[in-house]
T-cell receptor
Framework: EAGVAQSPRYKIIEKRQSVAFWCNPISGHATLYWYQQILGQGPKLLIQ????????DSQLPKDRFSAERLKGVDSTLKIQPAKLEDSAVYLC??????????????FGQGTRLTVV | AQSVTQPDIHITVSEGASLELRCNYS??????LFWYVQSPGQGLQLLLKYFSGDTLVQGIKGFEAEFKRSQSSFNLRKPSVHWSDAAEYFC????????????FGRGTSLIVHP
């Protein structure tokens, strides 16, 4: 079974530029998560999708971050404009459901963003 | 709201020694509990999980964890550490339900001395 795919693996941009990350979850997984992991910290949830609907985006800085999951499969996360403090690893994860409840999340390798 | 505390930022052990990484959670009922491992430059790999049932959970790579409701803890253990176990370990908690959101601790960095 293929895992969660993310691209690109690395990205370096200047502040105020825009950037987009792509995620392809495990086939059949209805739930998709985007996490931000700043160096030395645990992952922090940015947004959770169930199919193509947003379940929780309370910690997403909506003035600069946006995410979509068209057709309930692939997802993109965009930052515009980027700030220095956005430098982090952006992790995508997906999970399936069992008896109506989400199971464990499987993670991609992440995209390391450096804003200079 | 749920939360996770990993009190140890770094743990150093000798190869072959036993290991215990601490995790305490805050949640009003019995949550889902997870341990993930992250090697440098990699994503998170699930080591083990607890949903219900037997409170001693076996995982991959020889790891186990024990859920103790009275102590709100889910400590990770391994009887004999290998040099390849050096990595960052994250405990996570999720509220059982249709759309739980895994919340992570800050992580514990494991250093293994030869």
């Amino acid at each position: 079974e293929a895992g969660v795919a993310q691209s690109p693996r690395y990205k370096i941009i200047e502040k105020r530029q825009s950037v987009a990350f792509w995620c392809n979850p495990i086939s059949g997984h209805a739930t998709l998560y985007w996490y931000q992991q700043i160096l030395g910290q645990g992952p922090k949830l940015l947004i959770q999708f169930q199919n193509n609907g947003v379940v929780d985006d309370s910690q997403l800085p909506k003035d600069r971050f946006s995410a979509e999951r068209l057709k309930g499969v692939d997802s993109t996360l965009k930052i515009q404009p980027a700030k220095l403090e956005d430098s982090a690893v952006y992790l995508c994860a997906s999970s399936s459901t069992r008896q109506g409840k989400n199971t464990e999340a499987f993670f991609g390798q992440g995209t390391r963003l450096t804003v200079v | 709201a749920q939360s996770v505390t990993q009190p140890d930022i770094h743990i150093t052990v000798s190869e072959g020694a036993s290991l215990e990484l601490r995790c305490n959670y805050s949640y009003g009922a019995t949550p889902y509990l997870f341990w993930y491992v992250q090697s440098p430059g990699q994503g998170l790999q699930l080591l083990l999980k607890y949903f219900s049932g037997d409170t001693l959970v076996q995982g991959i790579k020889g790891f186990e964890a024990e859920f103790k409701r009275s102590q709100s803890s889910f400590n990770l253990r391994k009887p004999s550490v290998h040099w390849s176990d050096a990595a960052e370990y994250f405990c996570a908690v999720g509220a059982p339900g249709g759309s739980y959101i895994p919340t992570f601790g800050r992580g514990t960095s494991l250093i293994v001395h030869p």
